[in-house]
């Protein structure tokens, strides 16, 4: 019986996933006319519930490890349904707030009316690469103490940020970077590649032998903790550029 303590907290992440979704596909743009008579277009606060829905998610899919761990059991099952659930919840859940964001941005600019839907599709590539990835892993029996490629929680996390940062009103954020078809192009290539590609990335388990990364590791956490201080929201890319960057440079360590 409490070998289905971690799958039940699995399905709660599969829950969350699945409601991060409906909450997506709920925020349709919202247009407005600002105090100069210019059209507005933004976000309703679904998308917000998204981003809550999958920061839940992500909670679950650290518990269902952690209750493993302390009541000592593991099955294949466990591990065929937390990639399962994963790719809901950190594959298809961020995509469809890349897709909405990716929609905004299209919806402004001058040619809006000639874009083509299949412009937005691009944004399925996401969870395409998360589940090859997470297949991947399953097959490898090299990655216990350390992951090749990113985490797809990671992905989901990084992008469940984006309708918070929106959130927060910067002008820059809003016209110059969410405005940008490019940008969201870009970020569609760069994360599904960094989920496909076999680079060792650092784990969360297995220090036992990687005593130099003790001081990266608690500068990461100095810089996360003084950008949210300062950035907010913004602490969470700081974060993921941190993580990417220390298993850069200590590559070799991470996979002793």
Known sequence: ??????????????????????????????????????????IPAQMYYASLY???????????????????????????????????????????IVFQFLRLSLATDVNALSHNNALLYGAFLIPMAGAYRLARFNIDTEQTTYFKGVPI?????????????????????????????????????????????????LAMKGFGNKKKLIIPLLLLVLEVVVTAVFYKWLAIPFGFIGYCLVSLVYRKTITQ
């Open 54 to 96: 999958i920061g839940l998610a992500a909670l679950m899919d650290f518990f269902d490890g952690f209750a493993a761990r302390l009541l000592k059991v593991s099955s294949e099952m466990g591990k065929q349904l937390d990639s399962l659930a994963d790719v809901v919840s950190f594959g298809v859940a961020p995509a469809l």
């Open 153 to 201: 929680p990671m992905i989901g996390i990084l992008t469940a940020a984006f309708p918070l940062m929106y959130w927060q009103g910067n002008v820059f954020i809003h016209n110059f970077i969410f405005g940008s078809p490019l940008f969201w192009y870009v970020y569609i290539l760069l994360v599904s590649f960094l989920m496909v590609m076999k680079m060792p990335m």
């Open 1 to 42: 019986m409490k070998q289905q303590v971690p799958n039940f907290i699995t399905l709660l992440n599969l829950f969350f996933g699945c409601m991060a979704i409906v909450s997506a596909f709920q925020a349709g743009a919202m247009f407005s006319i600002d105090e100069n008579g210019g059209v507005v277009i933004e």
